[in-house]
C-alpha cells in the first residue's frame, strides 16, 4: 500500500545521506515524511533568515534618522494566508507521518510472518525462537520475509531501536509490545541500540557493548533454518541416570545416546554455556578485571566484603545464589549497583536463565579460572 511513496531524491543516493541505509519496508515511507518536513523546515528557515538580514540592513537606522512609526493594526489577507496555508502544510505532514504509522501498527497475523520472542533485561538483549528452542543475543532474520518481535522487559523501561529498519518501540516490564517489518533481499548486518534510559550501562545494550556486540543479522533461508536446527548438546535433556553418569565425568552413555553430537565434558560444556548465556557479556573468565560485573580469574575461595558490612565466599552457593538471584548480595565494588526497594532489577531472567543442570556446569568452569 505505501509503495507508491518510494520517492528518493537524488540527494538520497549521494555520499551525503542523512539517515542509514534502508533495509526494510519501512524506510521509504519513514524517509519521505522524514525529508518532506526536513524540506519544509529547510524552506521556511531560508525565508525567515534572508528576510531578516534583508529587513536589518534595509530598515537600519541612518544618521539623524528619528522615525515615528505608523501603528500597525491588522492586515486580513495576510493573516489568513499564514494561518491556512501552514495548516495545510501541517495536514500533509501529518497524513505522510500517519499512513506509516498505521501500517506499523497494523499488526500481521502470526501465521503470516516469522514470530521472535525479544526479552529486555539490564544490560543485554535475548532472542527466542520456535517457541523458545532456541536462543541467541544477536538478532538472528531471514532474508526477504515478514518479521514480527514480541517484546517484553524483565526488569525496567528499555526501547528496542533497529535504525535500517525505521523502527523503534518500547519494550516495557510485565506487558507485550511488538514490532513488524519485512526484511530486504540482501545479507547483513545492521546495528540495533536500547533507546530508553534503563540505567547505568544503558549504552552497552546492543552494538556498542565492546565486549559482546550484538548485531541484527540477515541471513539467507537456508541459513536461518540452519540455524534453528542445529543440533546442540542440552544437559536438560539427558535423563537422570544419564546426568548422573555425565556428571562423575563419565561420558560414555551420553555419548552413545547422542551419536550426532559432540558432547563436551562439564567444564568444556561449563565453558560453552558462559558465552552462550552471554555471561562474558559482563565478565571475564581468566582475569580480576571488572568489565560489567566481576571478573573470574583467581576469585574462587576468595572472601568478599558485602554492602551492610557481612562477608561471604566465593563457593558454589554464592554463585548458584548471585546468578539466580543477582539482587540478594552486592560486594561493596557494586554498591553503586545495589537495587532499590522497587526490586525491579535482575539479571539472568528469560531464556538467558540458566537450569540447575547448567549451573553446575558454570560453577564447575568458575571455580578452576586462575588470573592470567
Ligand atoms: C548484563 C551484565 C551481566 C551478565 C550478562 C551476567 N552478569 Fe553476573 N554480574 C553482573 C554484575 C553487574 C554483577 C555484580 C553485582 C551483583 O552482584 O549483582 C554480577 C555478579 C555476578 C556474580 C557474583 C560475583 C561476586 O563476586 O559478587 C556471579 C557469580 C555472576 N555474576 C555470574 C554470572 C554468570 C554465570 C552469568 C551468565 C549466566 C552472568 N553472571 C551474567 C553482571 C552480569
Ligand atoms: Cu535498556
Not at 547505568?200 to 565492546?210: C, E, I, V
Not at 532489577?345 to 553446575?360: C, F, I, K
Amino acid at each position: 500500500m505505501l509503495n507508491h511513496l518510494g520517492a528518493t531524491s537524488a540527494l538520497l543516493d549521494s555520499p551525503f545521506r542523512m539517515l542509514p541505509e534502508k533495509s526494510s519496508n519501512f524506510a521509504d515511507p519513514v524517509d519521505f515524511a522524514f525529508h518532506l518536513t526536513f524540506a519544509i523546515c529547510a524552506f521556511f528557515f531560508a525565508i525567515i533568515v534572508l528576510t531578516t538580514i534583508a529587513f536589518v540592513i534595509k530598515y537600519r537606522r541612518k544618521p539623524g534618522d528619528y522615525p515615528n512609526p505608523k501603528l500597525a493594526t491588522h492586515n486580513e489577507s495576510l493573516e489568513l494566508a499564514w494561518t491556512l496555508f501552514p495548516s495545510v502544510l501541517l495536514v500533509v505532514i501529518f497524513w505522510f507521518g500517519t499512513l506509516p504509522f498505521i501500517e506499523m501498527r497494523d499488526l500481521p497475523d502470526d501465521s503470516e510472518c516469522i514470530v521472535i520472542k525479544v526479552t529486555a533485561q539490564q544490560f543485554q538483549w535475548s532472542f527466542s525462537y520456535n517457541d523458545g528452542a532456541k536462543t541467541s543475543s544477536d538478532l538472528m532474520l531471514p532474508v526477504n520475509r515478514r518479521i514480527k518481535l514480541v517484546m517484553t522487559s524483565s526488569d525496567v523501561l528499555h526501547s528496542m531501536f533497529i535504525p535500517n529498519f525505521r523502527v523503534k518501540q518500547d519494550v516495557v516490564p510485565k506487558r507485550y509490545t511488538f514490532l513488524w517489518f519485512e526484511t530486504n533481499a540482501e545479507e547483513a548486518e545492521y546495528p540495533f541500540y536500547c533507546t530508553e534510559y534503563c540505567g547505568q550501562l544503558h549504552w552497552a545494550m546492543g552494538s556498542l557493548n565492546p565486549e559482546a556486540p550484538a548485531k541484527v543479522k540477515v541471513v539467507s533461508l537456508d541459513k536461518f533454518k540452519e540455524f534453528l536446527t542445529a543440533p546442540e548438546f542440552s544437559a536438560d535433556d539427558l535423563t537422570p541416570e544419564l546426568w548422573e553418569e555425565y556428571r562423575n565425568g563419565n561420558l560414555e552413555g551420553v555419548t552413545a545416546a547422542f551419536p550426532d553430537l559432540e558432547i563436551p565434558d562439564l567444564l568444556a560444556y561449563g565453558q560453552k554455556l558462559f558465552t552462550a548465556k552471554t555471561c562474558n557479556g559482563c565478565h571475564t573468565a581468566n582475569s580480576d578485571v571488572t568489565l560489567i560485573g566481576p571478573g573470574f580469574g583467581g576469585r574462587w575461595g576468595k572472601t568478599l566484603n558485602l554492602v551492610g558490612g557481612s562477608t561471604a565466599t566465593f563457593d558454589e552457593e554464592y554463585v548458584r545464589r548471585s546468578i539466580l538471584e543477582p539482587n540478594a548480595d552486592f560486594t561493596t565494588e557494586f554498591a553503586a549497583q545495589a537495587p532499590d526497594a522497587s526490586g525491579m532489577t535482575g539479571a539472568m531472567a528469560g531464556p538467558m536463565r540458566p537450569s540447575e543442570r547448567e549451573l553446575e556446569a558454570l560453577i564447575e568452569y568458575l571455580k578452576t579460572r586462575k588470573a592470567e
